[in-house]
Structures are given as C-alpha cells and as structure tokens.
C-alpha cells in the first residue's frame, strides 16, 4: 500500500479529520442526510489518496447495508408481532357462541 497522505496544505479549510466524523445534523429531511453522505464522500476523496479512499467507501457500503439489513430486520418482527393472533385468554367477540344463563344467584335471599 502506497498511500502517501497529502500535505496538510492540501486538507480542505475545515479539518477534515472533524467534518468527516462529526455526528450528522439532527433533520427529518431525506435528501439532507443524502447531501450529507455525498458531501462526507467528496471530503474523504480530496483528503485521502485512491487506495485508502476505496477503503472508506467499502467501509461506508458494508455500514449502510448492515443498517439496512438491521431496519429490514426490525421491521419483519414488528409486523410478525402484528400479524400473530392474541393471547391465549378470554375472547370476546361479536359472534361468541350464546349459553343460556341460569340468573339463580346463591347469595340472593329470595
């Protein structure tokens, strides 16, 4: 392996080190965290020579398919869980089977 770094001359404005492993911002919106892992990409690609920036996107492809894999995951038990029927325990539904019902009460006085 031959990567030479660059001179630190070279790194963009903002440490690379820090703006490649800040935590992402905090939003609901999809195409900001696309942006953000573009945006981490190119950093990564102007700081890191050829052979260590393929290293960082395998690492990246290996991540986002184990997160995926994990939601996928998450997803089948919850709908497993849905699709289960109740618990075992009394029933009660529209078309329960009738049974006459003796109303003789044994603490009645009558």
Known sequence: MNDALKPPGRL?????GSALTRPPSHTE???????????RLTLASETYPGEAFTRIVT???????RACLMEAEAQALWLRERAEPGQPGIRVSATAR???????????PA
């Open 98 to 108: 009738r049974v006459d019902f003796d109303a003789w009460d044994p603490g009645d």
């Open 59 to 65: 690492a990246m492809l290996v991540a986002m398919g």
């Open 29 to 39: 919106d999809p195409a900001r965290h696309v942006g953000e892992l573009f945006r």
């Open 12 to 16: 963009c404005d903002a440490c690379a």
